[in-house]
């Protein structure tokens, strides 16, 4: 049940685009379409921001989006905006009904 | 409005055991399989456990087997998690979270369980 590998910190400038990685095995990432990202607020409960990869709930602006490739799953938010700056965690599921997130990453807003 | 409000939480010495609740509304609680995520001070989220939609089937972490059990009232809306030779290392914020679409789509707003002497 490791956590999977996201950096700790990213950061773009206003309008601009970032990514974050979240890298994991062939057991968990890479053997399922089963990954989701979810952004936190400093004090606040996390919110989902994409599931099955690359799905976006209702309400979740389509500056954001998901895709897989291999073992690593990524979220690229584009045309940052200030209210973007917050924590970002990726979750797979991990199979033998075991789940995992990633350590998370704080995204700066330049 | 969809919902999910924890309660239980506090400090409790080494050892000691401490029941969490979470309740829920606006939607119907026995369609849906729920879980216990916790977060330690200014650390990342980790998955703690899990239960099926009718309570047959409940899942555990490592690092709580055996010390933690989660349980669910159907007819309350209810979820609970019985944690039992709590250690330093299980505090935390936990946050009792609905399950839909291989992701968790609602969140509640965390209790904080400290295990301190």
């Known amino acids: 049940q490791s956590a999977l590998t996201q950096p700790p910190s990213a950061s773009g400038s206003l309008g601009q685009s970032v990514t974050i990685s979240c890298t994991g095995t062939s057991s968990d990432v890479g053997g399922y379409n089963h990954v989701s990202w979810y952004e936190q607020h400093p004090g606040k409960a996390p919110k989902l921001m994409i599931y099955e990869v690359n799905k976006r709930p209702s309400g979740v602006p389509d500056r954001f989006s998901g895709s897989k490739s291999g073992n690593t799953a990524s979220l690229t938010v584009s045309g940052l905006q200030a209210e973007d700056e917050a924590d970002y965690y990726c979750s797979s599921y991990a199979g033998n009904n075991i789940w995992v997130f990633g350590g998370g990453t704080k995204l700066t807003v330049l | ?117």
């Open chain 2, 1 to 117: 409005e969809v919902q999910l409000v924890e309660s239980g939480g506090g400090l409790v010495q080494p050892g000691g055991s401490l029941r969490l609740s979470c309740a829920a509304s606006g939607f119907t609680f026995s369609g849906y399989w729920m879980y216990w995520v916790r977060q330690a001070p200014g650390k990342g989220l980790v998955w703690v456990s899990h239960i099926s939609s009718d309570g047959s089937r409940p899942s555990y972490a490592d690092s709580v087997k055996g010390r933690f059990t989660i349980s669910r009232d159907n007819a309350k809306n209810t979820l609970y998690v019985q944690m039992n030779i709590l250690r330093a290392e299980d505090t935390a914020v936990y946050y009792c979270v609905r399950q839909t679409s291989w992701a968790f789509d609602i969140w509640g707003q965390g209790t904080m369980v400290t295990v301190s002497s």
